[in-house]
């Protein structure tokens, strides 16, 4: 059944998860459940599986990092790599996060993509450390190199400048999600899946079969 988020409280639902117990924004709800898993002392929370296909339809998933979550999911990367061409040749992505025991947690996100502006790149190419800078602008990102030395004869040709300087093809993405699925593990296979789905009117929540 769907249900609009104003009125998702059904009588009698007894998962582990309710939905009077979601927040009515999925984007604050995931930021719940990375706050719990964190707690609950899952290391790298914000890590998430990124999903993208470009012309040719072929799938292609890697991790990144969610690095912001607002009114989408932020992740910064090389705008020249594998993952950027099929975001320029198809601007949708499906993202996964998994926070492992105790909480036994999956959130699914998917839609469409778009650039972050310069400054917000900027302004988070700024909290990274130096030799990180310095790495990724020497670093094309996904090409084909010889040898791990021609990598590092490159990081040293970047030079020691305090503030390296963002290069062009290195910023972020933002994940504007339309589906949001929040799943935990349950007695006998029995989980809870919620999903959030935005249509004209904002977001639907509704409950699905394991
Ligand atoms: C836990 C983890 C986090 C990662 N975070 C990022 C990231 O935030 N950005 C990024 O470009 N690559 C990140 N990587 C490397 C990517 O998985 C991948 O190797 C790289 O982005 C190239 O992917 P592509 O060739 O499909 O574009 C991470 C890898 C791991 C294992």
């Keep these: 059944m769907t249900q609009t988020c104003a009125d998702a409280a059904p009588v009698g639902d007894t998962g582990r998860v309710d939905v009077t117990d979601l927040d009515r924004d999925p984007v604050r709800q995931l930021a719940n459940w990375i706050a719990d898993a964190r707690a609950a002392g899952e290391l790298m929370p914000e890590a998430m599986c990124l999903a993208t296909s470009g012309a040719e339809g072929m799938p292609s998933a890697r ?4 690095r912001g979550l607002d009114d989408g999911v932020v992740f910064f990367t090389d705008y020249g790599s594998d993952k950027a061409r099929d975001l320029r040749d198809n601007p949708r992505a499906a993202a996964v996060f998994h926070f492992s025991a105790p909480v036994h ?3 699914r996100v ?6 972050t502006g310069a400054e917000e790149s900027d302004r988070y190419w700024a909290t990274r450390p130096v030799a990180s800078r310095r790495s990724a ?3 094309h990102q996904s090409s084909v190199i010889t040898t791990r ?3 590092e004869a490159a990081v040293a040709a970047v030079g020691d400048a305090p503030e390296p300087v963002r290069p062009e093809r ?5 994940i504007h999600p339309e589906v949001v699925e929040f799943w ?3 007695q006998d296979r029995l989980h809870d899946r919620l999903r959030f789905r935005r249509d004209h009117e904002g977001w639907r929540l ?3 079969s394991p």
């Design 63 to 66: 991790f990144v990092l969610m």
């Design 105 to 107: 947690r999956q959130v």
């Design 110 to 115: 998917s839609g469409s993509v778009a650039k």
């Design 137 to 139: 602008i020497a670093s």
């Design 149 to 151: 030395r021609e990598l």
């Design 170 to 174: 290195w910023g972020g993405y933002r």
């Design 184 to 186: 935990e593990e349950g």
């Design 206 to 208: 509704e409950r699905l």
